[in-house]
C-alpha cells in the first residue's frame, strides 16, 4: 500500500533516504541555472529575517515555510508551498535538490527555484531543468513520480528558496500541514482558501492550538514563528510521532456532497470496506488450493498455520500502484492467479482462503512506525501498510498466539501480518506491537491498537559450558534458543548470508565482547522452519580471557552478551526512549575452574526491578564449577521522560554488574 495525500508536498530529510542515490546522480549532472537573476518578494522577505538561535551542529535553518491550500467547488484543491533555507554548515547542502512528488491524481502546475549566494548576484532555477522518475523500490508498476530540481551553489553562507504548485481532488477532504521539522523554522505560515459555505474542522497535533486570523472571505491565515528543530536522539519515537503538525478536514456545503469527508475512523472504515468490496470473491482454482494446502492439518488452527504460510512465502511482493490502486486491493483470483501482489493484495489473497475454512477476517490499515497514527488525531489516510485481523472461532486454542486481542463486537481477534515472510502466524513484526491500525469492518471503521507481545514470547535462552585453564585460556560450547522477534532478527542475518558468511555473522557477535578468539564450529537449526524455535549451537577458545595478577587470576563472568547502553550518557535528553519488543533473555554460563585455584572473591548480586524492565544477576560456586545466571526483562517498548532517570539508572547497574570479576587465588601445595 503506497501512502498517498492529494496535498502534502512536505518530504523532508528523514523521509527522502530512497532518493538519495537518485539525488547524488543528478548532482553529478551539473544542470545549468538560468541568467535570469530576478528573485520574488516573499524570498527577499524571507531573507532579510532574523535567525532563530541555533547550535554549532545546526545544518540549515528554515527561514520561511509557506502553504496556501485553496479549496474549489468542484472539490479540486490547489497546494502552493514556498519554502526558503539559509544553508550554515555542508550538512545543509541537501536541501538544495528540491524534491517534488506527483501521480495521476495529483498534477504538478508550477516549480522554480532560487539562490541568493552571499556574494555574487542572485539566481534562478526553471522546471525545464528538473529530471522525472519513479520513486516506487521493489514495485513493478506505479504512478508515483517525483520531480528533482537541484539548485546550484547550495552553500554555507547561501540562501535558497523554490515555489511549487500543486492541483488533484483527492480521495478525503483533508490537508496535513507539516510545520516542524529537524531544521529550526523561523517563520511558518498556512492560507486556507474554501468556497462560500463550505467549513473546516482543525486538528492540533504534539503542538498548542493556535487560532487563526480571517484574512478575506472564507480566507484563514495561521502563522507560527521560531519552531525548535526535532533533535535526532538514538532510541527516540519516529519524527512523524513527534513533530507538530495540523490538519485541516473540509466539509462542503452541500451535505449531500461530503461523501469525502471523513470525520471519524468509522466513517473512513467504512470507505476502506466499500472500497475493497467484491476484491474475495473466491474461484474453483482457489477452493482446491485450500483442499490441497489444509488436507493432512489435523485441526483448524494447523489449517490457518497452512494458509498464512502460503500467503506469506508463495504470494511474492510484487506491487502494482496507479491511482486509487495504490489503496484498493487486487482481487484475489488476480492474485492467486499471479501468484503476487503487494501488502494488502496478499491480505486480501489470505482473507478469500480463510473465508473457504468458514472463518471470518478483516482488512487493518497501519503505518510501520508506531506512534504516527494516534486516537488522538483526526482520521487520515497516514497509513502505509495492511494486514489482516482473522476471527478466532470458540473453539479454537489460543495457546502459543500471542498476537490475540479482544475487540467488543468482533469477539478474539488474531492479528496477522502475511507480508512478512518469517514472522510466523500468532506473533507480530516488532513495529506493528502496540501500533494503532484501522480495523476496517462492514459495520464501520475501529481504530484498535494491536497488542504488545509478553516479553515471554520473544525469548533468548543461552546456555554455556566452558572450561578456564591456569594461564587464563576460556573455552567451550554456547547454545542459543531464539522464539519471537530474537529468532525473527537472526533469521533474517543468516537467511541473507550464505556459507562463510553466515559464519562472520557469529564472529562479529564474538568479537564484540573479546579479542583473539578462534571460531571452533557453528551450527544453525531450523533457520527455515519459522514456527519453530531457531536454536545456534558455536564453540570458540580465546585466550587470555582470565588475566593473571600474581598469583591471582581475574575473569568475567559475563562472557557474551551486553544489556546496559550509554544512550542516556551523551547529553540530556529531550524524547522519550521507544524500544522494538518487549522480551526476555536469559543467561547461564558454568565454568569449570582449573586446578589449583579456589574462588577469593565473587561479584554480589544485583536485583534491580522497574515498571519497564527488570534485571537480576547471581555468581555460585559448588567445588570446582562457578555458575553465572542473570535474567534480564524488558516489559514495556515506551520509556516517558518522566522515568528516564530511572533507565539511566538501570542501565548503569547493568554495565557495572556485567564489568565485574571474580578473583580466583592459586593455592599453595
Known amino acids: ?149 537541484r539548485i546550484p551553489a547550495a552553500e554555507p553562507g547561501n540562501i535558497i528558496g523554490y515555489e511549487v504548485e500543486r492541483k488533484g481532488r483527492p480521495y478525503i477532504f483533508q490537508d496535513i500541514w507539516w510545520f516542524q521539522d529537524v531544521h529550526p523554522v523561523r517563520q511558518a505560515r498556512l492560507t486556507l482558501q474554501l468556497p462560500t459555505g463550505w467549513e473546516y474542522k482543525v486538528s492540533w497535533v504534539n503542538w498548542p492550538a493556535q487560532q487563526p486570523a480571517t484574512v478575506g472571505a472564507n480566507q484563514w491565515l495561521w502563522e507560527l514563528n521560531n519552531i525548535p528543530a526535532v533533535e535526532d536522539e538514538p532510541a527516540m519515537p519516529p519524527p512523524a510521532a513527534i513533530e507538530g503538525r495540523l490538519t485541516l478536514i473540509f466539509f462542503p456545503r452541500e451535505p449531500s456532497a461530503r461523501q469525502k469527508t471523513y470525520d471519524s475512523w468509522r466513517d473512513l472504515g467504512t470507505w476502506y470496506h466499500q472500497l475493497a468490496s467484491g476484491r474475495r470473491e473466491s474461484s474453483p482454482e482457489i477452493r482446491e488450493k485450500v483442499a490441497a494446502l489444509t488436507f493432512s492439518a489435523s485441526t483448524q488452527l494447523d489449517k490457518v498455520r497452512a494458509l498464512a504460510a502460503f500467503a506469506q512465502r508463495d504470494i511474492r511482493y510484487v506491487a502494482i500502484e496507479i491511482g486509487i490502486g495504490g489503496y484498493q486491493p487486487h482481487a484475489a483470483q488476480e492474485v492467486f492467479s499471479n501468484r503476487y501482489g503487494d501488502c494488502k493484495d496478499k491480505a ?168 583473539g578468539f578462534v571460531l571452533t564450529r557453528a551450527n544453525v537449526t531450523n533457520l527455515e522452519k519459522y514456527d519453530d524455535r531457531l536454536i545456534l549451537t558455536y564453540g570458540f577458545v580465546v585466550e587470555n580471557y582470565a588475566k593473571t595478577a600474581g598469583n591471582l587470576l581475574l575473569m568475567r563472568p559475563r562472557v557474551l552478551g551486553a544489556k546496559g547502553s550509554d544512550l542516556l550518557e551523551i547529553k540530556e535528553r529531550k524524547y522519550p526512549v521507544e524500544f522494538s519488543a518487549a522480551e526476555l533473555h536469559n543467561d547461564s554460563f558454568e565454568f569449570t575452574l582449573p586446578g589449583g585455584y579456589e574462588v577469593d572473591e565473587l561479584p554480589s548480586p544485583v536485583d534491580v526491578d522497574y515498571s519497564f524492565a527488570a534485571y537480576r544477576s547471581k555468581v555460585e560456586v559448588t567445588g570446582n564449577v562457578l555458575r553465572f545466571t542473570r535474567t534480564y526483562q524488558l516489559k514495556d517498548v515506551f520509556v516517558p521522560t518522566t522515568k528516564l532517570d530511572e533507565l539511566k539508572k538501570f542501565y548503569r547497574q547493568i554495565a557495572a554488574d556485567e564489568r565485574s570479576t571474580a578473583v580466583l587465588r592459586r593455592v599453595a601445595r
Open 1 to 149: 500500500m503506497k501512502s498517498k495525500s492529494s496535498c502534502n508536498l512536505r518530504l523532508p530529510a528523514h523521509r527522502t533516504s530512497s532518493c538519495s542515490v537518485l539525488v547524488a546522480f543528478l548532482a553529478a549532472l551539473g544542470l545549468a541555472p538560468s541568467a535570469s537573476a530576478d528573485t520574488p518578494a516573499w524570498l527577499q522577505a524571507a531573507a532579510g529575517l532574523s535567525l532563530p538561535a541555533v547550535t554549532e551542529k545546526t545544518d540549515a535553518v528554515t527561514l520561511l515555510d509557506e502553504r496556501i491550500v485553496t479549496v474549489r467547488e468542484n472539490g479540486e484543491i490547489r497546494t502552493l508551498v514556498r519554502r526558503a533555507y539559509k544553508i550554515l554548515r555542508p550538512g545543509g547542502r541537501e536541501h538544495g535538490e528540491v524534491v517534488v512528488p506527483f501521480d495521476n491524481d495529483t498534477r504538478l502546475t508550477y516549480l522554480k527555484a532560487w539562490c541568493i549566494p552571499a556574494q555574487g548576484k542572485p539566481f534562478e532555477v526553471k522546471e525545464k531543468d528538473a529530471v522525472e522518475v519513479g520513486i516506487s523500490p521493489g514495485v513493478l508498476y506505479s504512478d508515483n513520480r517525483i520531480k528533482v530540481l
Open 348 to 515: 486480501t489473497m489470505l482473507s478469500t482462503m480463510l473465508k473457504e475454512l468458514g472463518i471470518d477476517s478483516y482488512y487493518v490499515l497501519i503505518h510501520t512506525r508506531r506512534g504516527v497514527v494516534n486516537p488522538a488525531h483526526p482520521p487520515s489516510l497516514s497509513f502505509n501498510h495492511a494486514i489482516l485481523a482473522i476471527r478466532l472461532t470458540d473453539t479454537m486454542p489460543v495457546e502459543g498466539l500471542h498476537a490475540v486481542a479482544s475487540v467488543p463486537r468482533l469477539g478474539r481477534i488474531l492479528f496477522f501480518d502475511p507480508t512478512d515472510p518469517i514472522t510466523p502466524l500468532g506473533y507480530l513484526p516488532s513495529y506493528l506491537q502496540a501500533n494503532f491500525g484501522l480495523l476496517a469492518t462492514p459495520e464501520g471503521g475501529e481504530l484498535v491498537q494491536l497488542p504488545l507481545l509478553p516479553p515471554s514470547s520473544n525469548l533468548l535462552q543461552r546456555t554455556a559450558k566452558f572450561t578456564l585453564s591456569p594461564t587464563g585460556t576460556l573455552s567451550g560450547e554456547v547454545q542459543e534458543v531464539r522464539s519471537g522477534e530474537p529468532a525473527t532478527d537472526r533469521r533474517a542475518q543468516l537467511l541473507e548470508a550464505q556459507g562463510l558468511d553466515r559464519t562472520k555473522i557469529m564472529e562479529r557477535f564474538l568479537a564484540s565482547f573479546m579479542g
